[in-house]
């Protein structure tokens, strides 16, 4: 058996930050955001959170977690989002306080 034959499971980031949808927003006004994505490295998940970030009209990030998911979360909030990063797309939960 090689490398080759070996099944690798996708590796999945969860970027942890705050968000605003305008620059003269109050730091208190922030949004707590949790994003979902495939990426090849930590780099390229920072890189591809802020593009998803700025497409949905968030203005400001602060960035301040990033790690690799350990398999399917066992919050129902997350799992749509999981699923979303593994079909390729970038998943940006929101939670209000």
């Given at each position: 058996m090689n490398d080759n034959d070996l099944?690798?499971?996708?590796?999945?980031?969860?970027?942890?930050?705050?968000?605003?949808?305008?620059?003269?927003?109050?730091?208190d006004a922030a949004i707590t955001i949790h994003a979902f994505l495939m990426a090849p490295d930590d780099d390229d998940a920072v890189r591809k959170t802020l593009e998803a970030l700025s497409s949905q009209g968030f203005t400001e990030a602060e960035l301040d977690q990033i790690g690799v998911i350990d398999g399917e979360p066992d919050e129902p909030i997350y799992e749509g989002a999981y699923h979303d990063a593994l079909s390729g797309n970038v998943a940006i939960v929101t939670l209000a306080d």
């Open positions: 099944e690798m499971d996708p590796v999945v980031y969860i970027v942890i930050g705050r968000v605003w949808k305008d620059e003269d927003t109050s730091p």
